[in-house]
């Protein structure tokens, strides 16, 4: 069973930084995507950057230049700077796995979510 560990959120200060981690774990024949996508109280879950294997990374207009992803072998991060208040939000991990069990088929995971608070 595959699944998806998030941490590092938390309250910070606007300006601030904080790194969020997605750990994958379980059987896994390959990742093909890992992204992070947010939703604020009374909004839709959208998203933040993703990672695809071999197409690159594509991030939100609105965190270009202050948050970046990243990732090593089974863990995806983001590290977001100059936090602001307006991106305060949980924020989930996303994958797009190949299993062990079914290497042609791709199934999606989602992280529990984690909460990021800004405070002005």
């Known amino acids: 069973q595959v699944q998806l560990v998030e941490s590092g959120g938390g309250l910070v200060q606007a300006g601030g930084s904080l790194r969020l981690s997605c750990a994958v774990s379980g059987s896994i024949f390959s990742i093909n995507a890992m992204g992070w996508y947010r939703q604020a109280p009374g909004k839709q879950r959208e998203l933040v950057a993703v990672?695809?294997?071999?197409?690159g990374v594509n991030t939100a207009d609105s965190v270009k230049g202050r948050f970046y992803i990243s990732r090593d072998k089974h863990t995806a991060y983001l590290q977001m700077n100059s936090l602001k208040p307006e991106d305060t939000a949980v924020y989930y991990c996303n994958a797009h796995i190949s299993p062990v069990a079914a290497p042609t088929a791709v199934d999606i995971y989602w992280g529990q979510g984690t909460q990021v608070t800004v405070s002005s």
């Open positions: 990672l695809t294997t071999g197409a």
